[in-house]
């Protein structure tokens, strides 16, 4: 609830503009234009995405052939490829995906061979091309993030790999893929992290971010990216003869809307694209594990967006790494058998209650210690008792209880391991540069980023860094909490007309907000406190020129015993639909209240 939050209108359109769009629900017209949509073709992509259209070639990367390339002479040598992962939701899905690329092409390979071959052994050859394409992802706490030289001597003399494909990783890890090179291993990496000064040498790679790198979209997830090779991979295969179908690729797009979702992402041109068409494989996945999770956390198929990918699939995948290990949610989106896939989902399903347990009860903590504390422009809660794989959680609720960057320090060993969770425009990547003389190692995005530190007094020198960066950088201006309202409407203006437009704006997230209005001058006709112990409001208001309409206000409970019937009311909502008994009316979803 925002008590003494600023709504901010957004300018209104003018005539003209209505003028040359007269077929747009003025509304509608204005949430384009709010999404600096100018011309009626960026409003026809933005209303109906096409994918022909609309989805960039993966040729564009400047390294994408080469890595292809790479990848297809490992086949021909039967050279030994890993897969290295990130252990959050993004690096999983990434390393899922392309172990399902790289089996498939491999079965393709293996099935060529076995026409020379004896029919009792084709699967021993086809597990043999499996043992050929490997994956590992680093323990949170005991490894780290990212490609590590501990990793690739394990890898080198226990896996033998030649190749190492580095998933959502990799772009900062120059020392141990400068190492690999020299053991006889190349490196393709696959990553959309912040670009450090030094990259590695002699590796390949893929990464929109690079200097000079001129593929179009440059917020596409560390899986998206994944996602980019593996269709150049199947059309290499299909150029060598080998039976993939057309658009066999598709059905990739489950995890690509999973991991853009879950590592906020933009919703924004082609993030949108692969977004809205991931959300339809998604509704209709073929992978049986994560069909057992969704059941599991109460998903429905056909109704899954981005809200169940954020609150039910995407907590329940980074579980996982945050408590136990990673590899149990790679297990799972790798399953092929329904026991198998039953079981990983259950326990999944109990880590994450753990994940809750646990979490919970650190956020009550570092509330308890950031109350002793000035409120200045920064937060930082430290603690040697805090795991640190659920920092960023805790970091990320008490972002938006403050209205402030919070970071959130746990600590594994030697090392304090911390997290940052931005609000507002603060970059928190670029703020442990700042600090970045006492940081054992850091990395990650201007919304999210982790670091680790080694000892008290780097850890001390730090956080003065931070606080110092943070008051250079943060004014009163930028900390002022602020509701977007994309217009304000009159409860006659809200109707089916509106509603559906839109529903064409879909899928909502980061960088494309659900539409949030607001409308003055309301008058309460009715409320009533639902829910375990009243914590939402029931409201009927009416409009000055006499519409009523029903509203709920989840977790506004409390603010019952401030009214009074017939009193005014200015409502922040969201337009959306309720049902019962087969009826279908339109509703407000209350977002805020002034009164």
């Not at 056909?302 to 039910?312: A, V, Y």
Request: proline letters at 4%; a negative charge; aromatic letters at 8%.
């Amino acid at each position: 609830m925002f008590k003494k939050s600023k709504w901010i209108v957004a300018d209104l359109i003018d005539e003209e503009v209505k003028q040359k769009f007269p077929e747009i629900h003025p509304a509608l017209l204005q949430l384009l234009w709010n999404r600096n949509l100018r011309t009626q073709e960026e409003m026809d992509v933005y209303l109906g995405p096409d994918w022909s259209r609309d989805v960039h070639s993966p040729a564009l990367f400047r390294q994408m052939n080469e890595a292809v390339q790479r990848i297809f002479y490992a086949f021909e040598h039967k050279e030994v490829i890993t897969i290295h992962g990130d252990y959050d939701a993004d690096g999983v899905c990434g390393s899922a995906l392309l172990l399902t690329c790289l089996r498939d092409i491999s079965r393709e390979l293996s099935f060529d061979v076995s026409n020379s071959i004896r029919p009792d052994t084709i699967c021993d050859q086809q597990q043999n091309n499996k043992t050929k394409i490997t994956s590992y992802i680093p323990h949170r706490e005991k490894e780290g993030y990212g490609l590590s030289i501990q990793t690739v001597e394990h890898l080198n003399s226990h896996e033998h790999t030649k190749l190492i494909i580095a998933v959502d990783c990799g772009i900062s890890n120059k020392q141990a893929i400068d190492f690999a090179k020299t053991l006889g291993i190349d490196t393709i990496v696959c990553d959309h992290h912040t670009v450090p000064d030094q990259l590695p040498e002699k590796t390949i790679i893929i990464h929109p971010l690079v200097c000079g790198e001129t593929y179009p979209s440059k917020n596409l997830c560390g899986t998206a990216v994944a996602f980019k090779l593996a269709c150049s991979l199947y059309d290499e295969a299909r150029r060598r003869g080998k039976k993939i179908p057309e658009g066999y690729e598709k059905w990739l797009l489950d995890l690509v809307a999973i991991a853009t979702v879950t590592d906020v992402m933009p919703l924004v041109k082609e993030n949108r694209v692969l977004e809205m068409y991931g959300l339809l494989v998604l509704n209709k996945t073929r992978r049986i594990g994560l069909k057992k999770l969704i059941e599991i956390s109460g998903g429905k198929f056909g109704t899954l967006d981005t809200t169940s990918i954020g609150f039910q699939i995407g907590p329940r995948l980074n579980a996982a790494g945050r408590i136990n290990h990673a590899t149990e949610a790679l297990d799972l989106l790798m399953a092929e058998d329904e026991t198998q896939a039953t079981e990983l989902a259950i326990r999944l399903q109990e880590t994450n209650k753990e994940r809750q347990r646990q979490s919970s009860q650190m956020y009550d903590e570092a509330k308890v210690q950031l109350s002793t504390q000035p409120l200045g422009n920064l937060l930082i809660a430290v603690s040697d008792c805090w795991a640190p794989g659920l920092v960023g959680l805790v970091a990320g609720k008490l972002v938006g209880e403050h209205q402030r960057p919070v970071y959130v320090i746990g600590k594994s060993d030697e090392l304090y391991v911390g997290s940052g969770r931005t609000f507002g425009n603060f970059d928190v990547t670029a703020a442990l540069q700042h600090a970045s003389l006492h940081l054992e190692k850091f990395g990650g995005h201007p919304q999210a980023c982790g670091f680790s530190i080694r000892g008290e007094e780097n850890l001390k020198s730090a956080i003065e860094l931070l606080h110092s960066f943070a008051a250079q950088t943060i004014s009163e201006k930028d900390l002022t909490p602020r509701i977007e309202i994309e217009k304000e409407l009159t409860l006659e203006e809200v109707d089916w007309n509106l509603f559906e437009g839109i529903e064409r704006c879909r899928p909502f997230g980061q960088g494309n907000p659900e539409p949030l209005f607001c409308a003055l001058g309301l008058s309460l006709v009715s409320f009533v406190q639902v829910g375990n112990e009243g914590k939402h409001l029931k409201l009927s208001v009416q409009s000055p020129a006499g519409r009523i309409m029903p509203a709920i206000a989840f977790g506004f409970g409390d603010r019952a015993q401030n009214f009074i019937l017939g009193q005014p009311l200015d409502l922040a909502f969201h337009i959306r639909v309720n049902e019962w008994n087969g009826n279908r009316e339109l509703q407000l979803q209350v977002e805020d209240i002034s009164n």
